[in-house]
Each structure stands twice: as C-alpha cells, then as structure tokens.
C-alpha cells in the first residue's frame, strides 16, 4: 500500500515562506519522479514543480525563482520550498509520483 502524506501547509502573510514536505511509504521512491500540484477553488489542478529521480526540476512558469523542488531518498521524503509568497499562490497543495497523489495540505496566502 503505498501511501503519501503532505504536511506544513498554512496560513502566511504575502511575501512569507512555507515549506511542505511529502512522506512516501510502501514503495521504492527513490525510482519515482515525483512533483507538487495545485488546485485553488474553480480551478483545474496544475503542476508546480517536479523532480526526477536522478534530480532534475522543472517548474511552473508562476513559481520559478520563487519555490524549490527538492528530495531526500533517505528518507523517502520530497520538499517544496516557497517563498515570497503571493495571494494567487493561495491553493490546495498536493504531492504526486506515478499515480499516487496525497490528500493534499492547504496553503492560504493573505494579509
């Protein structure tokens, strides 16, 4: 059973910083690509970044030089780092690798 588990969603003020992370457990993660997706209310669900395996990231266009994308096989864990956080960031976050996905952590982003 694999399983995905996303904390250090929250509430933050324009210009702030979060850092999510995602546990993987019951799977070999270190052979996945894995990314962050998210879908704000109306909306469709949208890559924010992802990592390979071998580490190599791509990023959406909205974020880049903003969030982070990173992963530690160790611990079966990949992180995203956001700062200077704006409003339109304000989002359901959720973590991915091959047809898993998390049940997601809020990310709310205003004054």
């Known amino acids: 059973q694999v399983q995905l588990v996303e904390s250090g969603g929250g509430l933050v003020q324009p210009g702030g910083s979060l850092r999510l992370s995602c546990a993987a457990s019951g799977t070999i993660f270190s052979i996945y690509a894995m990314g962050w997706y998210r879908q704000a209310p109306g909306k469709q669900r949208e890559l924010v970044a992802r990592i390979m395996h071998g580490g190599r990231t791509n990023y959406a266009d909205s974020v880049k030089g903003r969030f982070t994308i990173s992963r530690d096989n160790a611990k079966n864990t990949v992180y995203l780092q956001m700062n200077s956080l704006k409003p339109e960031d304000t989002a359901t976050y959720y973590c991915?690798?091959?047809?898993?996905w998390g049940q997601g952590t809020q990310v709310t982003v205003s004054s």
């Open positions: 991915n690798g091959d047809s898993y």
